[in-house]
């Protein structure tokens, strides 16, 4: 069901704190975060391993998670490394560790083989974190299994029918996408020349007067990382062949963490490179982004539902499926490949 071999975003930076744990469900199982004093994360397993307790109701005692059932302490390796009134440790007493890496203003989990666990392998989303971009960030919990959004994200067909107050126009259905395999995911590239703007874009610039020429590109990387590289540009100013400075420049940013076979943890930010100190801009494009997202939080959650119900016999697939459907056999073989327990 899930690819274990693989980092997934367990949190926010500014989530996992020095002062209290932070507690986290990916791929089924209960995760605890924190922080040594020097501010590196610790991901455990969230089970005290004497009486079951989650050590996410316990607390952080110097560079240690004590439980706060029996006080049991646990060090950064998972180890317990005391247990009030003894002087022995009782065989066995450890509790698992994930590999934790703080990267790009989120806290990355490897969930499965620790020695696999190379942080070379964390999808890039540099926006987030490099001058010369702002992002406004937020999450959802998606009540839906997390390959059905990773399908959504690949579908831009869907934009011009559920997103039509924000981002979506009528162009777009109409106008075919390239998808290209990779060795890690799927990319896609469309663009959409000589159309009327999107209402977010055209707000964000200030009104373009006109049609513009639209570029709507993505990349997947196995298993659950989306980055979209959208936006547009007055027509004829030279967006088709590489020059996007006469327009709107956007990093759309999804994070995907499997909570349960029906849940997801979803990251979402909204990165810009111009205007950037214009914070009337960035709370604009907040709210229409997150009210964008919500829209496809809102249908998937219904689509799970529906689902759960009936199951996914006798549905059929339309031109638009053809990247997500090539995303899922490319996660299908990364699937087949993943070798842990």
Known sequence: MFIRNAWY????SDEVLADRPFARVMLNEPVVLWRQPDGTPVALEDRCCHRALPLSMGKIVGDRLQCGYHGL???AAGNCAQVPGQSTIPPGA???????VERHRWIWVWMGDAEMADPALIPDFHW????GWVAPTGTFHLKAHYQYLVDNLLDFSHVQF???NTIGTDAIADIPSTVEKLEDGVAVQRWIPDSPPPPLFDNAYGGFGGNVDRWMNNRYTVPSS???DIGCAAVGTGAADGDRSQGVEIRSL???TPETETSSHYFWAYARNFRLDDEDLSALLAKGAHATFEEDVIVLGEQQRSINQTGESGLVDINGDAPGMLGRRVHADRLAADVFG
Request: proline residues 7%; negative net charge.
């Open 9 to 12: 975003i367990a949190g926010w």
């Open 128 to 131: 987030l974190d490099t001058p």
């Open 94 to 100: 450890s509790v698992r560790h994930y590999p934790a």
């Open 162 to 164: 559920i997103h039509r």
């Open 73 to 75: 302490e646990f060090d």
């Open 226 to 228: 989306v980055t979209f």
């Open 254 to 256: 999804h994070g995907i």
